[in-house]
T-cell receptor
Framework: DGGITQSPKYLFRKEGQNVTLSCEQN?????MYWYRQDPGQGLRLIYYSQIVNDFQKGDIAEGYSVSREKKESFPLTVTSAQKNPTAFYLCASSARTGTTKANEQFFGPGTRLTVL | GENVEQHPSTLSVQEGDSAVIKCTYS??????FPWYKQELGKGPQLIID?????GEKKDQRIAVTLNKTAKHFSLHITETQPEDSAVYFC??????????FGKGTMLLVSP
């Protein structure tokens, strides 16, 4: 079964702690994305990566960090610098930039992060 | 950058009625417009998309129309069913591979 997996489904963190969200895909996609979803706000882009060992900031990158050491994996770290980290986090992937399928993004099931 | 506006924010219909959700975009360079359906607690699922070289696309009970001149596109769902109840998002591409999303429409289909 090809798809995108995110773990854990629910995550609780104390204020001041860093936490890392996992995203793995076996679709052989080159590009991967992280979005944050808040009620009534739609999806906002945090970071994206079009190729291994390269990534770019999205619209709301402050307080977050990413790495892309493997094509299949794109973990997101929510740092203590993120002022309001409680949200639903979604990972997505798409085929190689420049192809006709480059814009078609497929999403994982999401991780709900709650800061206590 | 791209800006996408989506209306209405909530939409209630009776089973069997049609539902229409509308979006506008700002960047005339955008050429890809997907629609996603998100059920409670799940990730968004791509349900239909349209590229700027066509004006309309249909897939069974759903259709999308695009007016490039006016920079707006719409999702049409006919013969709605209770399982169509969900949040629907429109989006437009920004640059090579990023998408800008609307804020979503909560569709409620009553039996």
């Amino acid at each position: 079964d090809g798809g995108i997996t995110q773990s854990p489904k629910y995550l609780f963190r104390k204020e001041g702690q860093n936490v890392t969200l996992s995203c793995e895909q076996n679709l052989n996609h080159d590009a991967m994305y992280w979005y944050r979803q808040d009620p009534g706000q739609g999806l906002r882009l945090i970071y994206y990566s079009q190729i291994v060992n390269d990534f770019q900031k999205g619209d709301i990158a402050e307080g977050y960090s990413v790495s892309r050491e493997k094509k299949e994996s794109f973990p997101l770290t929510v740092t203590s610098a993120q002022k309001n980290p409680t949200a639903f986090y979604l990972c997505a992937s798409s085929a190689r930039t420049g192809t006709t399928k480059a814009n078609e993004q497929f999403f994982g099931p999401g991780t709900r992060l709650t800061v206590l | 950058g791209e800006n996408v506006e989506q209306h209405p924010s909530t939409l209630s219909v009776q089973e069997g009625d049609s539902a229409v959700i509308k979006c506008t975009y700002s960047d005339s360079a955008s050429n890809y417009f997907p629609w996603y359906k998100q059920e409670l607690g799940k990730g968004p699922q791509l349900i239909i998309d349209i590229r700027s070289n066509v004006g309309e696309k249909k897939d069974q009970r759903i259709a999308v129309t695009l007016n490039k001149t006016a920079k707006h596109f719409s999702l049409h769902i006919t013969e709605t069913q209770p399982e169509d109840s969900a949040v629907y998002f429109c989006a437009a591409n920004s640059g090579y591979s990023t998408l800008t999303f609307g804020k979503g429409t909560m569709l409620l289909v009553s039996p």
